[in-house]
C-alpha cells in the first residue's frame, strides 16, 4: 500500500488480498475476551467527518483504539469550519498538534485526495460524494470471502441508486478485481450516463438476476444527494427494485443479502428479509471494525515489515486472554 488510502482503483489484487488477510488476524484478536493489542501504540488517529456518521466513524475510532492509538475526534457543527475555516486549515491546524492518521469525510468528490497532498500524515478516504469509499467495499468484500472463501466467479448483483452511491463505484472495483462478475441493477434514472468503461453487465430488472446471483447487494435510496425527481414515487420503486419477501423466496438457499446501512426497512429491503439467516448486514458492521484496523495497521505501523511482528502481538494477546 502506498501512504494513503482513497481509491480501491489503487490497489492491486495481491494488496486487497494482503488487507483481507491481515485482517483475519485482527478478527482473531477481536474475538478475545481484551480485544486490543499495542500495534499502534504512541500513535495518533483523527476522525475528521464533514458529513454525518455512525457506523464508519465508529468503526474506525473502535479500530484505532483496538490497536492502542490515541483518537481524536472532529465534528463540523462544534469545530472552527463552522465559523468558516477552510479544510486546507483544518488539516493544517490538526497536524500542528501531531497527529498520524486522518480519516475524512466530506460530500464533495475528491476532497481526501487534496487533503492527502496536503497532509504530511496518513489519508484515508471514509467516503467522498458520490466518488469512492474504499474501507466499505474492502470489508464488503472480506465479508464475502468470510462466507464463501472466495469471490472468484461469484455472480453478484448490486441494485439500487447506482447513479449517487459512491459504495457502489468502490465495491464494483473490488468485487471485480477479485474476480466476481458483476451486474449493475437498476432504472436508467439510477445509471450514470454510460458504463461503458466498468466491468460490469447492467440490467434493468430485479426479477430477471433472482436465480442467478450469488450476492445480492442493495444500495440506499441516496435522496440526500438527488436534485431531482428520479423515480415516480418510493412505492413503485420498491415494486420494481425492493427485495421483497417473494422476491428474497427466488434467491438461492445461499444466496447472500448485503446492505451497507443505514436500511430503509420497507424501501429497498422488506423488514423481515433483513432478519433472514442468509442477510449478512451485521456481519458487514462487524467484519468492518477488523478491515479498518488492518487498513490503519498497514498505513501507520510498520506496514508489510512488521507482519510477523503483528503475529506475535496476536499470539500474545491470546496468552493474556
Not at 465534528?75 to 488539516?91: F, L, M, N, Q, W
Not at 436465480?211 to 420503486?237: H, K, S
Request: hydrophobic fraction near 40%; aromatic fraction near 4%.
Amino acid at each position: 500500500m502506498s501512504e494513503d488510502l482513497l481509491t480501491i482503483s489503487e490497489l492491486g489484487r495481491d494488496e486487497i488480498h494482503e488487507i483481507l488477510d491481515v485482517a483475519d488476524s485482527m478478527a482473531e484478536v477481536l474475538a478475545r475476551r481484551i480485544p486490543r493489542v499495542p500495534a499502534l501504540r504512541g500513535r495518533t488517529v483523527v476522525s475528521l467527518f464533514y458529513e454525518d456518521s455512525t457506523r464508519t466513524r465508529l468503526s474506525f475510532e473502535t479500530a484505532a483504539k483496538r490497536l492502542s492509538a490515541d483518537v481524536m475526534g472532529f465534528s463540523v457543527s462544534t469545530s472552527s469550519a463552522s465559523k468558516g475555516e477552510s479544510v486546507r486549515d483544518t488539516i493544517e491546524t490538526i497536524e500542528a498538534m501531531g497527529v498520524d492518521g486522518i480519516v475524512i469525510r466530506h460530500g464533495s468528490s475528491g476532497v481526501p485526495a487534496q487533503a492527502a497532498r496536503w497532509a504530511a500524515s496518513s489519508v484515508i478516504n471514509a467516503g467522498d460524494g458520490w466518488h469512492a469509499h474504499p474501507t466499505q467495499a474492502l470489508l464488503d468484500a472480506y465479508t464475502i470471502r468470510s462466507r464463501r472463501g472466495s469471490l472468484e466467479g461469484l455472480r453478484v448483483a448490486i441494485v439500487g441508486d447506482v447513479q449517487h452511491s459512491r459504495v457502489a463505484r468502490s465495491c464494483m472495483e473490488a468485487f471485480t478485481n477479485l474476480g466476481a462478475e458483476v451486474t449493475l441493477v437498476a432504472p436508467p434514472t439510477l445509471l450514470p450516463s454510460t458504463t461503458s468503461s466498468w466491468p460490469v453487465k447492467v440490467c434493468h430488472s430485479f426479477d430477471d438476476v433472482l436465480g442467478e446471483i450469488d450476492v445480492c447487494y442493495l444500495l440506499r435510496m441516496q435522496r440526500e444527494r438527488m436534485t431531482e425527481a428520479l423515480v415516480p414515487t418510493l412505492r413503485e420503486y420498491t415494486a420494481l427494485y425492493g427485495l421483497t419477501t417473494r422476491r428474497a423466496d427466488a434467491l438461492g438457499s445461499d444466496t447472500l443479502v448485503m446492505h451497507p446501512g443505514p436500511m430503509n426497512r420497507g424501501v429497498e429491503i422488506a423488514g423481515e428479509v433483513a432478519d433472514r439467516p442468509n442477510a449478512v448486514v451485521t456481519d458487514q458492521v462487524a467484519n468492518g471494525v477488523a478491515v479498518r484496523m488492518a487498513v490503519l495497521y498497514l498505513l501507520l505501523g510498520s506496514g508489510r515489515e512488521a507482519l510477523g511482528s503483528l503475529a506475535d502481538q496476536v499470539a500474545a494477546a491470546g496468552e493474556e486472554n
